[in-house]
């Protein structure tokens, strides 16, 4: 299944995580204020990305399929088709596939946070 069109960006061991993820620009060049960026991501079997803080944009990371475990400031969370992971400007995130034979795939949507 493919989520996105055109070849994607590749990016391995993200944020000092394991494996790789593909990511598909959404958005492109479009203009649509506030968000900045729509990206649909698909993090390799067995894969992670490592702990990183939301410095520019607030984001909203939506689970598509597969299984796994986001965590928020340290919290854990499962995460997996129709989670919605909420991240404030300054929040960090972390993300792992426990599946070991299927990707896991999810949207993020950052915004320009009001102020």
Not at 11 to 23: H, I, K, Y
Not at 50 to 69: F, K, N, P, W, Y
Not at 74 to 103: K, S
Request: hydrophobic share 45%; charged share 20%.
């Amino acid at each position: 299944m493919q989520i996105g069109r055109g070849e994607p960006s590749v990016r391995d061991n993200l944020f000092g995580g394991a494996g790789t993820v593909l990511v598909w620009d959404l958005l492109g060049a479009r203009s649509a204020a506030p968000f900045t960026a729509v990206l649909a991501c698909e993090l390799s079997e067995a894969g992670s990305v490592g702990r990183h803080s939301q410095q520019r944009d607030a984001e909203i990371v939506i689970g598509l399929t597969g299984c796994g475990e986001a965590k928020v400031d340290g919290r854990a969370l499962p995460f997996g088709p129709g989670a919605v992971i909420h991240l404030p400007l300054g929040a960090a995130l972390e993300l792992v596939n426990e599946r070991t034979d299927a990707p896991l795939r999810y949207l993020i949507i950052k915004a320009n946070s009001p102020g």
